[in-house]
Each structure stands twice: as C-alpha cells, then as structure tokens.
T-cell receptor, first 114, second 110 residues
Framework: DAGITQSPRYKITETGRQVTLMCHQTWSHSYMFWYRQDLGHGLRLIYYSAAADITDKGEVPDGYVVSRSKTENFPLTLESATRSQTSVYFC?????????????FGPGTRLTVL | AQSVTQPDIHITVSEGASLELRCNYSYGATPYLFWYVQSPGQGLQLLLKYFSGDTLVQGIKGFEAEFKRSQSSFNLRKPSVHWSDAAEYFCAVGINDMRFGAGTRLTVKP
C-alpha cells in the first residue's frame, strides 16, 4: 500500500528494555521525522532525517536513537525505555524540509512503558 | 521565546453551528502557517496552509483560516459544523522546522 506506515500500532514494555518503532514510506520522500505527542504539548520533534545516512536532532532527542540506512525506512529506538517515554509516536515524511512543505503523517504508535 | 499557542484546550459546539478555533504565534518574522486535523486513532491531515498573499485561505472539508499580522493570529473557521468534524485540531508554524500548538479538541453535539 502506498503511504506511510508505522509498526507496531500499540506496544507495552517495561522500564529499561530496548524498543524499536518502525516507520516505512513509499513516496521516496527525502525527509522523514519522528514526533511524540503528549497531552498539553502537542507534537514535539524528536529526530529528523534529510536523506539516507543523514540524521539530526530535534527538540526532544534525549533517550532516543535513529538510523536511516534506506530512504524508505526510519526506525526509532529507545535504548533503555523510561516511564516518561510513554507517549504516542508519529512518523512523518515530506519532499523537503522547507518550512512550507506539507508533512504526511503515519497513524501513530501508542507506547506504554511500565 | 518562539511559541505557538492554542488558547482553547476543548471546545464543544452544536451541529450546524459556526466554529472558530484560535491560534497565536510568537516569532520574529511571519512564519509559514498550517492547520492540521487529527481524527481519533489517526495521524494528522493537512487542512490548509498560508505562505503569503491573500490572508484568507480556503482548505479542505469547508474550513478556512484568516491570517492577521497585527494580532499574530491564524484562526480556523467553519460556518456550519458537521458531526464528522469532531477531532483534534493543531495549528503549526514553520520557520526552520515545524512547531505545533498543543491542540484543541472539538466535540460536536447533535
């Protein structure tokens, strides 16, 4: 299916465990983004990537690691999950990172850290 | 400090009534402005955007927004709300990257 997908859609894990959230897009967009959504904060940018093998920090990168070996995939890893990382995570992509470019969002992953 | 503010956390309107959702920004220059909608369990979808020119912009689903430079505002409006408009609405601004407001949840009463 064309578009942007995320997996898993729901995940429950325990403090200290490693968790990887997957994101896949079929548009060949150059830019991909990871956001977290928390009540009262809207969406906050964690990391973004301009192309394969190019990543950069966003507003709240601490505790997260990303990689982008292929244009279409942009996994987000929590190396040692903490309760404060309980959130809904959205992946997005766009043709470029110009301020006027629309970002296309995946359906989200709801992560609970116990 | 640079910020995007949506003053209303939750709004309830009756079906068929008009709607206005507020958005204010604080940036040194006029940013690019967006409104996104998030239906329950879904990702965000772009409703409309403003870059320059006519300060009244039309979007999808019958929404419009007006940019007012003097008030640093970009309010979203719809003349007649439908039950399917119940969702979370996010204002966003683009300068070097995209910054989102905290969102306004819209409930539509029958």
């Amino acid at each position: 299916d064309a578009g942007i997908t995320q997996s898993p859609r729901y995940k429950i894990t325990e403090t200290g465990r490693q968790v990887t959230l997957m994101c896949h897009q079929t548009w060949s967009h150059s830019y991909m983004f990871w956001y977290r959504q928390d009540l009262g904060h809207g969406l906050r940018l964690i990391y973004y990537s301009a192309a394969a093998d190019i990543t950069d920090k966003g507003e709240v990168p601490d505790g997260y690691v990303v990689s982008r070996s292929k244009t279409e995939n942009f996994p987000l890893t929590l190396e040692s999950a903490t309760r404060s990382q309980t959130s809904v995570y959205f992946c997005a992509s766009s043709e470029a990172n110009e301020p006027y470019n629309e970002q296309f969002f995946g359906p989200g992953t709801r992560l609970t850290v116990l | 400090a640079q910020s995007v503010t949506q003053p209303d956390i939750h709004i309830t309107v009756s079906e068929g009534a008009s709607l206005e959702l507020r958005c204010n920004y604080s940036y040194g220059a006029t940013p690019y402005l967006f409104w996104y909608v998030q239906s329950p369990g879904q990702g965000l979808q772009l409703l409309l955007k403003y870059f320059s020119g006519d300060t009244l912009v039309q979007g999808i689903k019958g929404f419009e927004a007006e940019f007012k430079r003097s008030q640093s505002s970009f309010n979203l409006r719809k003349p007649s709300v439908h039950w399917s408009d119940a969702a979370e609405y996010f204002c966003a601004v683009g300068i070097n990257d995209m910054r989102f407001g905290a969102g306004t949840r819209l409930t539509v009463k029958p």
